[in-house]
């Protein structure tokens, strides 16, 4: 499996972006996808996952309703958007794959997504 992610970049607190994470190997709707994030000194934490079928979803308390992950199966993309931008965001943000988990599942821990993509830097500026 392998992953790209893009769309990071400098914004202002308050601001938006929107992350993509395009992956490949297998089938798309096989994969549960997450994002996942790490600010420097800090330990890589859980932002949200979406389920394979993509009608199910889970946020980090940190990013409820600022954040949603979405998934295209038929691009073969997940994505989050990121509204409302808080210093606090500032990491290098990572998607990542779980493969042939059950359809509805949405994971949260670190070791249950085995494929990891090169990380995207969002920076929020006070």
Known sequence: VQLQACGGGL???GGSLRLSCTASGHTFSRYT???FRQAPGKEREFVASISRSGRTS????????????????????????LNNLKPEDTAVYHCAVAFDYPREATMQGLGEYA??????????SS
């Open 33 to 35: 996808m997450a994002w």
């Open 11 to 13: 914004v202002q607190a």
């Open 115 to 124: 494929y990891w993509g090169q990380g995207t830097q969002v920076t929020v």
């Open 58 to 81: 889970r946020y980090a308390d940190s990013v409820k309703g600022r954040f949603t992950i979405s998934r295209d199966n038929a691009k073969n993309t997940a994505y989050l958007q």
